[in-house]
């Protein structure tokens, strides 16, 4: 189904009647009929969305599949080949759905090119997931998560730069104190 203010390329099956306005839906592309996406969204080539729900102005980038269970919070970004699980022991002869996990994505969060989110954590908002990072565990807001498994190497501000030291950041100024393991920006 395509609205009329909404771009969904030939070749993509799009089987839910919750796509929001002004969302861009591109080539090879299935989104299936339990999906709810949001307004202003862009999926790229090749990707799969199922029984998740996909908030305002989220972009996910080619060859991602975003499983049941899968929470995006508004303007997440999705980088190339992330992956997502949705079970912890899967088997092909064993059905599982009765124990798929939730994973949630807060608001403004980016997940790197080729990054694995295993199932049941919640990345919080504006955090940075490195490149190939894997994520088995929360992530709190503002955290830069490199590695396997993925370890804080930093902060990150709203904007998307990596913070100093002094949590001043030097691209937007935006002023940040650390209250334990979690980041405020100061008032």
Same mark, same amino acid.
């Given at each position: 189904?395509?609205?009329?203010?909404?771009?969904?390329?030939?070749?993509?099956?799009?089987?839910?009647?919750?796509?929001?306005?002004?969302?861009?839906?591109?080539?090879?592309?299935?989104?299936?009929?339990?999906?709810?996406?949001?307004?202003?969204?862009?999926?790229?080539?090749?990707?799969?969305?199922?029984?998740?729900?996909?908030?305002?102005?989220?972009?996910?980038?080619?060859?991602?599949?975003?499983?049941? %269970? $899968? /929470?995006?919070?508004?303007?997440?970004? +999705? !980088?190339?080949?992330? #992956?997502? &699980?949705?079970?912890?022991? *899967?088997? @092909?002869?064993?059905?599982?759905?009765?124990?798929?996990?939730?994973?949630?994505?807060?608001?403004?969060?980016?997940?790197?090119?080729?990054?694995?989110?295993?199932? %049941? $954590? /919640?990345?919080?908002?504006?955090?940075? +997931? !490195?490149?190939?990072? #894997?994520? &088995?565990?929360?992530?709190? *807001?503002? @955290?830069?998560?490199?590695?396997?498994?993925?370890?804080?190497?930093?902060?990150?501000?709203?904007?998307?730069?990596?913070?100093?030291?002094?949590?001043?950041?030097?691209?937007?100024?935006?002023?940040?104190?650390?209250?334990?393991?979690?980041?405020?920006?100061? &008032?």
């Amino acid at each position: 189904m395509q609205g009329p203010d909404q771009l969904v390329h030939p070749t993509a099956i799009v089987e839910s009647k919750h796509v929001g306005a002004q969302t861009r839906i591109w080539q090879w592309v299935h989104v299936m009929p339990e999906a709810r996406i949001g307004e202003r969204c862009s999926i790229g080539q090749g990707c799969f969305v199922g029984a998740a729900t996909l908030g305002n102005g989220c972009r996910i980038q080619n060859h991602v599949s975003i499983f049941d %269970g $899968v /929470t995006l919070e508004e303007d997440v970004f +999705i !980088g190339p080949s992330c #992956v997502f &699980t949705n079970v912890k022991h *899967p088997r @092909a002869h064993v059905s599982r759905k009765s124990a798929y996990l939730p994973t949630r994505v807060g608001r403004g969060a980016t997940l790197g090119a080729n990054a694995t989110i295993l199932c %049941g $954590v /919640t990345i919080g908002a504006y955090a940075m +997931i !490195g490149a190939g990072a #894997v994520v &088995t565990k929360d992530v709190p *807001p503002h @955290a830069l998560m490199v590695g396997t498994p993925a370890r804080r190497a930093g902060w990150a501000c709203r904007c998307g730069e990596t913070l100093p030291a002094e949590l001043t950041c030097d691209h937007c100024a935006s002023d940040y104190e650390q209250d334990g393991e979690t980041l405020v920006l100061r &008032t």
